[in-house]
């Protein structure tokens, strides 16, 4: 069994910053691309940014240029700092990773959640 870990969210005012943890454990072979989802009231999850195994990044427009995904092999985790926050980033960010569990098999795993509200 494997199980994500996130933590690092928080109530920030707009123009604040906050860094997501999140930190894979269990049977792990290793990890393929790791990200960062967020699920806003009302609304769907959507993707905030990826990261691959090799550190090579991918962000959604809405935060290009205040957010850096990044991660440590080493310790199955990767982080999300995130800056000049606003309002609308607002929402329960969710840590996902593609596992490798064999050289067969992935599975994809999800995070807990963590809260961050963004007040204006």
């Known amino acids: 069994q494997v199980q994500l870990v996130e933590s690092g969210g928080g109530l920030v005012q707009a123009g604040d910053s906050l860094r997501l943890s999140c930190t894979a454990s269990?049977?792990?072979?290793?990890?393929?691309?790791m990200g960062w989802y967020r699920q806003a009231p009302g609304k769907q999850r959507e993707l905030v940014a990826t990261i691959t195994s090799g550190g090579s990044p991918n962000y959604v427009d809405a935060v290009k240029g205040r957010f850096t995904i990044s991660r440590d092999n080493a310790k199955n985790t990767v982080y999300l700092q995130m800056n000049s926050l606003k309002p609308e980033d607002t929402g329960v960010y969710y840590c996902?990773?593609?596992?490798?569990?064999?050289?067969?098999?992935?599975?994809?795993?999800w995070g807990q959640g963590t809260q961050v509200t963004v007040s204006s």
């Open positions: 996902h990773a593609l596992v490798v569990l064999t050289s067969i098999r992935q599975i994809h795993y």
């Open positions: 269990g049977r792990i072979f290793s990890i393929d691309d």
